[in-house]
């Protein structure tokens, strides 16, 4: 989605138009495939690395423009979101210090996009998902205002015809209901770039899926989503819903989503993927294209197949093929998009050495992966490590079924030590990078293990909010100091932050696991749940979530104070409860909701969203506050 010149048109014959100019490409490019046009026995490696910008509370901030032009660096780019930034990394032959220079490289690059950050009093973290962000950051307004991705947005609800909805399970559940595809700016990853020899595209493009499910379980590093824990790699299943342009109707019938990771071998060409995902996706997108590809073809000119490329860039494999010509040379590569940024510039090379010396070294000892294990094994392998991390059970050759760590550790670590010693990368170079990811499985310390046991820690202590915000302000900390992940400390809440900036909102304090009852229990129940769960207020909800009225304390006294209560009576909620109480939204201000509680003579108020029960804030709350900023001023002074 590179291309900055896209529309969205809904005139038919555009689209006609369209099609007929991708047919023409990929008749172009079988054309360039038969005769030899596409760089051979060359392999180079690149990468893209995708960061997130953070305020210095640690949560988004929108300032990707304004770093833009203070950093005036053509290897920087914008993402979808405001709070994201991409640099793109210079290529390299895959030799010699190749693994060094991208190292080098990408120190230079976060040491430049810190130092942006840093004159706007913000800062760079290197993380698949921010623990910090909350749906408020993902409006319309934090989208990077151009045509490309109002266009993307419009296309995909176009095709939608609904909002986005979709649940997550891991060790707690999150369901999300949001009408715009900046669910997409969640995620940030590292993506690598293979080059490969177009005749053996199939064979490399095949060990690139065998090998990702093994990758990914070492790599994960976004195990936290609006402020829950889900999958180890929660950006693998946020990413297959936030561009998913299926209706009902359609995901109902089987059809496939737009990110997916495939569901069979390539058998012998590139053009196998191009020709089943134009025929599986509609055109979302249209572009200016070449008006005789094939001509250019036979002239000696290597075409751009801007068509081509711009309708695989709205398709988002998860080991996506890449044309591209540079100098009239056109190449293939194979783009891995699993790898998430973070948790270190030294932990993403080594992800990359991984990856690479995989390629390179199965490659060398395998003729046909796909004659060894089965297609659906492996997509199993890279569900299950997308859930559970390094925890994972993969499935290998043989039909053999064994943990991640030992697959690893046992047989793919050292095929990718000697992958890379067999394409000549610097023996210290592949020994430090090896040796980073044997630390990190040997001791299971993944940046996703590493968030999730911090999170762990800190219960009891301090509210999420302020749980979340120190776990990136560790992380960041840990990414300056630039040590692998297998060697940090766990974070702790004792961290010097802003108190205020955890209570600005009522939604970064208010309650949520609640106890409620409807309007047809028996008074009974209420004040059995008062007296169990030490509190003084319950709400009262429908069968869907709705907000229907609140039980308070002193409305049960009321009801034995007039003998209306006692073992032969029966009294339901209904009778009782105060119906249609006050309330506010999570986007409520503290000040606000003092003030209201104060004019109103309030105890405590339910939260909703759009008529739905979400949290609720008592005086208890508001005095927790309100002390930890007294004791504050006091100690300033």
């Not at 130092?115 to 993902?138: F, K």
Request: with cysteine.
């Amino acid at each position: 989605m590179g291309e900055q010149n896209v529309k969205l048109n809904d005139d038919e014959t555009v689209y006609q138009q369209f099609m007929k100019s991708l047919l023409g490409e990929v008749q172009a490019l079988e054309l360039m495939l038969e005769r030899g046009l596409i760089e051979s026995g060359v392999s180079r490696m690149g990468a893209e690395q995708e960061m997130f910008i953070i305020n210095s509370a640690h949560q988004p901030a929108n300032k990707a423009l304004e770093m833009l032009d203070k950093l005036d660096d053509p290897r920087f780019t914008h993402e979808l979101g405001l709070f994201n930034l991409e640099a793109n990394l210079t290529p390299h032959p895959f030799n010699g210090s190749c693994l060094s220079e991208m190292e080098a490289e990408l120190r230079e690059i976060h040491v430049l996009a810190r130092e942006a950050a840093e004159s706007m009093d913000c800062d760079i973290a290197l993380v698949g998902i921010l623990p910090t962000l909350t749906l408020q950051h993902l409006k319309l307004d934090s989208m990077v205002p151009t045509a490309r991705y109002k266009a993307l947005n419009d296309a995909v609800r176009n095709l939608r015809g609904e909002d986005f909805q979709f649940t997550i399970t891991g060790i707690d559940q999150l369901s999300v209901r949001h009408d715009n595809v900046m669910l997409e700016a969640c995620n940030t990853s590292f993506q690598v770039h293979f080059q490969v020899s177009p005749e053996n595209f199939a064979h490399y493009y095949n060990i690139a899926q065998l090998v990702t499910g093994p990758l990914l379980s070492l790599a994960v590093n976004s195990p936290i989503l609006l402020g829950k824990r889900l999958w180890h790699e929660s950006r693998i299943a946020v990413f297959e819903h936030s561009i998913d342009t299926r209706s009902e109707a359609h995901q109902s019938r089987g059809l496939k989503p737009r990110v997916h990771f495939g569901d069979h071998w390539i058998e012998e060409s590139v053009t196998e993927i191009f020709k089943e995902d134009i025929a599986r996706f509609r055109i979302v997108l249209t572009t200016e294209t070449e008006e005789d590809p094939v001509g250019m073809v036979e002239a000696g000119t290597m075409p751009s197949l801007n068509a081509l490329r711009l309708h695989n860039g709205t398709v988002y494999r998860w080991n996506r093929p890449c044309y591209g010509v540079h100098n009239n040379v056109a190449h293939l590569r194979i783009e891995n998009r699993v790898i998430p940024s973070g948790p270190t510039v030294i932990d993403e090379v080594a992800n990359s050495a991984f990856f690479f010396g995989l390629m390179a070294g199965m490659s060398d000892k395998y003729e046909d992966v796909s004659k060894l294990i089965r297609f659906a094994d492996v997509k199993t392998n890279f569900l299950a490590a997308a859930r559970d991390g390094i925890r994972a059970q993969m499935n290998w050759f043989d039909d053999e079924h064994l943990p991640a760590k030992q697959l690893i550790l046992e047989e793919l670590l050292p095929l990718a030590r000697k992958g890379l010693e067999d394409k000549g990368i610097d023996a210290a170079d592949v020994t430090r990078f090896m040796d980073v990811i044997e630390e990190r499985v040997t001791l299971r310390r993944t940046g996703a293990r590493w968030a999730l046991e911090s999170f762990e820690s800190m219960q009891g202590r301090g509210t999420p909010d302020q749980q979340l915000r120190s776990i990136v302000a560790d992380m960041v900390k840990q990414q300056v100091k630039g040590d692998p992940v297998s060697k940090w400390t766990l974070a702790d809440n004792s961290v010097q932050q802003d108190f205020r900036d955890s209570y600005r909102v009522v939604g970064q304090f208010m309650k949520t696991d609640l106890f409620t009852v409807r309007a047809d229990d028996i008074v009974d129940f209420a004040a059995s749940l008062m007296d169990w769960r030490h509190v003084r207020h319950v709400p009262v909800e429908d069968d869907v979530g709705n907000l229907v009225g609140l039980v308070s304390h002193r409305a049960l006294l009321r009801l034995v104070a007039q003998g209306r209560y006692g073992q032969d009576k029966r009294v339901t909620v209904q009778e009782i409860m105060k119906a249609d109480p006050i309330t506010i939204s999570p986007d409520t201000s503290t000040v606000e909701a003092i003030r209201l509680m104060r004019e109103k003579r309030l105890a405590c108020l339910p939260v909703t969203k759009k008529g739905k029960l979400v949290g609720l804030v008592t005086e208890h709350d508001l005095i927790v506050v309100s002390s930890r900023l007294l004791e504050e001023y006091l100690e300033s002074e």
